[in-house]
């Protein structure tokens, strides 16, 4: 039983069973996987009353994480998030006010959808020392002490490891919401797989009560697979709603060939996987070794992402991206400063030395200095869900300082806003959205 989803289904898909269900291709050949792509029929359980063969997938994968319930969502870390703060709204402690959870500026774009959904306001903490990036927080647990004390706060939100692989004090800050009563919710989209290092860097390892993990970001996983984890110290009632609280976010189709790669995922996450990681994390550690030699300064402590502050190097990251794509090696992410690679044990070593053959290449001229992002601040106009479901007109950026902005607007990777629903443009913001290349924000009519 190490992996009854995919046994269930590999079963039906021999069977030869006349299909009357959906999807509408039957099991027979049109792209290639459908055989075993099935709906959720009788013995394939259901995601959300999971009493079979997904319940036994979900409690294998908890036990993996050490963590008291593990659900299993195949719309990514976007769904977790949204269950996330739903949990937060239906087992706070003080109702008659609206929900206010404290957090870092890096959020994903899921959290703000979230915050219109569930008509959450923010205090965003602010890093004490300046930011590198729009992409990374930033903040202490100093920080956040000082932007919760003397509010009620719901919940403390941050995202960790962030785009750019920096990892959070998640054991000062969730010490600091220990002391406070307050529970830690964590995006650890960028992390599932912190929790099988030789030290265990997984939030829930490290004190948070709940996070999210893109089980696709960095498992063998199919895109949209991810695990929404529950802590064994985190209040009983955020286990007991949090199927229904996913459930009001989801669709009623969750994909099978997404739980099915769940579900063999966590076979092996209790097989070879550490020593896999193991190997990959050493490989991927030389590799920033050699390239830290040739010149580039390497930042971030995730071992397994490779973070090229490329504008160290007199090169935008965007320009690097550019080099390593005409030397066939595609990164995950490039912006004006920075050149992101990600790396996993399905990573080759032709792989690596193809990556270390296209940076040698590189011309490094480090007398470019690289100026920071400016993390926008901004005042507070409308709560975000009246701003975001307002009636709206789009406004030139070059327009729009002065305006209340209508729907939040991020850089398109990786969806970090810029302006937040109900926030007065200024003059830094437009700057910033011009720097990200956007030329029309909605205004608030
Ligand atoms: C930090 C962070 N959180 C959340 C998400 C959303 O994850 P998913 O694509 O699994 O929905 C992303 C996606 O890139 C992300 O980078």
Redesign the pocket.
């Known amino acids: 039983m190490a992996a009854p989803i995919n046994d269930f289904v590999k079963a039906y898909a021999h069977s030869g069973t006349a299909r009357f269900h959906m999807p509408g291709h039957k099991g027979r050949k049109f792209h290639g996987l459908e055989a075993l792509d099935i709906t959720e029929i009788r013995g394939a359980d259901y995601l959300f009353d999971a009493k079979g063969i997904i319940g036994d997938s979900e409690r294998q994968t908890a036990a993996a994480f050490g963590s008291a319930r593990t659900l299993y969502s195949t719309?990514?870390?976007?769904?977790c998030?949204k269950t996330m703060m739903g949990i937060v709204h239906r087992c706070r402690r003080s109702e008659g006010r609206r929900m206010t959870v404290a957090a870092p500026r890096n959020v994903?774009k899921?959290f703000i959808n979230a915050c219109i959904l569930l008509d959450i306001d923010v205090v965003w903490v602010y890093p004490e020392k300046s930011c590198r990036s729009l992409c990374s927080g930033g903040v202490s647990a100093e920080d956040i002490e000082k932007a919760v004390c003397g509010r009620d706060i719901d919940c403390v939100y941050i995202?960790s490891p962030?785009?750019l692989g920096f990892i959070s004090d998640i054991r000062a800050i969730s010490a600091l919401c220990r002391s406070m009563d307050i529970p830690l919710v964590c995006?650890n989209?960028?992390g599932a797989y912190l929790a099988f290092l030789e030290e265990d860097l997984h939030p829930l390892a490290l004190g948070a009560d709940m996070c999210?993990d893109?089980a696709?970001?960095t498992l063998p996983c199919y895109t949209?697979g991810?695990y929404l984890h529950i802590s064994k110290d985190a209040p009983a009632a955020f286990s007991e709603c949090s199927k229904e609280m996913m459930s009001l976010f989801a669709s009623t189709s969750p994909s099978y060939l997404i739980l099915q790669s769940l579900d063999l995922c966590s076979d092996y996450l209790t097989r070879s996987f550490r020593q896999d990681l193991r190997c990959a994390a050493a490989r991927t550690a030389l590799c920033k070794k050699r390239l830290s030699e040739m010149g580039f300064s390497i930042v971030g402590e995730e071992p397994c992402k490779i973070t090229v502050c490329a504008a160290d190097t007199g090169l935008s990251g965007d320009k690097l991206g550019d080099l390593l794509r005409e030397k066939g090696v595609e990164p995950e992410y490039t912006d004006e400063g920075y050149t992101v690679l990600m790396t996993s044990p399905f990573n080759t070593e032709e792989d690596f030395a193809a990556l270390e053959r296209a940076m040698s290449s590189v011309p490094i001229d480090s007398a470019a200095a690289f100026a920071p992002d400016l993390i926008p601040r901004a005042e507070r106009c409308l709560p975000i869900r009246q701003a975001a479901l307002s009636p709206s007109e789009p406004v030139p950026t070059d327009l729009a300082a002065g305006r209340i902005c209508a729907m939040t607007v991020t850089c398109c990777q990786?969806?970090v806003p810029i302006a937040v629903s109900g926030e007065r443009i200024n003059d830094d913001i437009v700057k910033l959205l011009k720097k990200y290349g956007i030329i029309s924000i909605n205004a608030v009519k």
């Open positions: 719309e990514g870390s976007s769904l998030i994903h899921a995202t962030d785009y995006d989209a960028h999210c893109s696709h970001k949209g991810a990786p969806s």
